[in-house]
């Protein structure tokens, strides 16, 4: 299985352009999310989807959208980036098992906005 | 809101020592989850152990133990026998609500010596 697929790895944009962050899980979970990571910080929920066609925001929103027309798919769109969303992206997904959440990220998205 | 917090930014042991990193969280929700997860440089998420607000027992995962204590809000992460692979970043993180969000704390920085 490949798990949580992202691309690009690596990215440097201008402020001021946009891009899509891919993301991709092969197991069929209902639940995905995209997290962000500062420098030196924990990671903070930016938009989650509990299912095709429905998304709703997290913690961090405002500079991006999702979207969510399958259940395999979930991209990230920065509109307008800038310096301040310089980041690492992850993108997870879960689901339930008897007895626990069960996770899984992905490798990250190494974004940065001069 | 939910909250966590991990209030060692850096730690050091020696190899074969064991380690305790102290994570305490704070939520309404009577229903909730604590996982650790581990951040080598190469910086993937790597699961290590998680606890469900209802379980009796604490969780245990080979060298990983969760010492939860529910009455005082806290889900601290003890590693015995430490490796210098274990030299990583290490999160404290929390779910709620139905679709498991996550909440992560800010980290702590492990440095495992000779």
């Known amino acids: 299985n490949a798990g949580v697929t992202q691309t690009p790895k690596f990215r440097i944009l201008k402020i001021g352009q946009s891009m899509t962050l891919q993301c991709a899980q092969d197991?069929?979970?209902?639940?995905m999310y995209w997290y962000r990571q500062d420098p030196g910080m924990g990671l903070k929920l930016i938009y989650y989807s509990v299912g095709a066609g429905i998304t709703d925001k997290g913690e961090v929103p405002n500079g991006y959208n999702v979207s969510r027309s399958t259940t395999e798919d979930f991209p990230l769109r920065l509109e307008l980036a800038a310096p301040s969303q310089t980041s690492v992206y992850f993108c997870?997904?879960?689901?339930?098992?008897?007895?626990?959440?069960?996770?899984?990220f992905g490798s990250g998205t190494r974004l940065t906005v001069v | 809101a939910q909250k966590i917090t991990q209030t060692q930014p850096g730690m050091f042991v020696q190899e074969k020592e064991a380690v305790t990193l102290d994570c305490t969280y704070d939520?309404?929700?009577?229903?909730?989850?604590l996982f650790w997860y581990k951040q080598p440089s190469s910086g993937e998420m790597i699961f290590l152990i998680y606890q469900g607000s209802y379980d009796q027992q604490n969780a245990t995962e080979g060298r990983y133990s969760l010492n939860f204590q529910k009455a005082r809000k806290s889900a601290n992460l003890v590693i015995s026998a430490s490796q210098l692979g274990d030299s990583a970043m290490y999160f404290c993180?929390?779910?709620?609500?139905?679709?498991?969000?996550?909440?992560f704390g800010t980290g702590t920085r492990l440095q495992v010596t000779l």
């Open positions: 993180a929390m779910s709620t609500g139905t679709a498991s969000k996550l909440t």
């Open positions: 997870a997904s879960s689901y339930l098992t008897d007895t626990l959440w069960s996770y899984t």
């Open positions: 197991m069929n979970h209902n639940y």
């Open positions: 939520t309404s929700d009577p229903s909730y989850g």
